[in-house]
């Protein structure tokens, strides 16, 4: 049986997303506030900031994927981007059958103050109003959907075209295979299963250093 893929997000972690999925055996929706006229995929164009809800043409879907992003990178930015378009998102979804939720954060959330190595069970302590409202964005998530979601908290992206991250990062191409992985891992959690995403690094004393045990455990390998 073909399953649906509903993607809220349709940038660049997206597009490598789909072509880790490919498209044969399932049936990909994909919302974005911008048009594009990409094939092979069931374009949905929204904006998730206006008032206006839109029609997802089916309502049960395997996995819902969701990718936020800021409108711009101040504080008015992260609250349209996380606080304000996750409630209008919810209300787009309050009807629709859903097996899974997987959610894209940040290790933004553990602030800058932690030293050592800092995993799922460590504090949550943003030290900025970036991490404060995307913790807002996971809240809102998590008394909505408890167990069926999964948190991806993504440290440092990046790319052949990004300045070298040195410690705490993560390549754009393994972000996309580890939200692949979700899509079928099945958790044994009753509450929302959280996950740090990010590559192997020495663990330093001095500065935050972002574990991936959990994530390996789950089966994930780089």
């Known amino acids: 049986m073909q399953k649906n893929i509903l993607i809220i997000g349709y940038g660049d972690i997206a597009k490598r997303l789909i072509k880790v999925l490919g498209t044969e055996f399932i049936s990909i929706y994909a919302i974005s506030r911008h048009d594009s006229n990409d094939q092979n995929i069931n374009k949905i164009n929204w904006d998730w900031l206006s008032d206006e809800m839109v029609d997802l043409k089916v309502k049960n879907f395997d996995s819902v994927i969701i990718i936020p992003k800021p409108s711009s990178l101040d504080e008015k930015g992260y609250i349209e981007g ?11 979804l309050s009807n629709a059958n859903i097996n899974r939720v997987i959610a894209v954060s940040s290790t933004r959330v553990y602030g800058s103050s932690h030293k050592g190595l800092v995993d799922e069970s460590s504090i949550e302590m943003p030290s900025d109003y970036r991490g404060e409202l995307i913790m807002k964005y996971e809240s809102a998530l998590s008394k909505t959907y408890g167990p069926k979601l999964t948190i991806l908290r993504f440290s440092g992206l990046y790319d052949s075209q990004s300045n070298k991250i040195t410690h705490n990062k993560l390549h754009r191409d393994q972000a996309a295979k580890i939200i692949a992985h979700f899509m079928e891992y099945q958790s044994k959690n009753s509450q929302t299963n959280i996950i740090n995403c990010a590559e192997d690094s020495k663990i330093l004393s001095s500065e935050k250093s972002i574990g991936n045990a959990k994530l390996k455990k789950s089966g994930f390998n780089f």
């Open 82 to 92: 996380f606080v304000l378009a996750i409630q209008n998102i919810l209300n787009l």
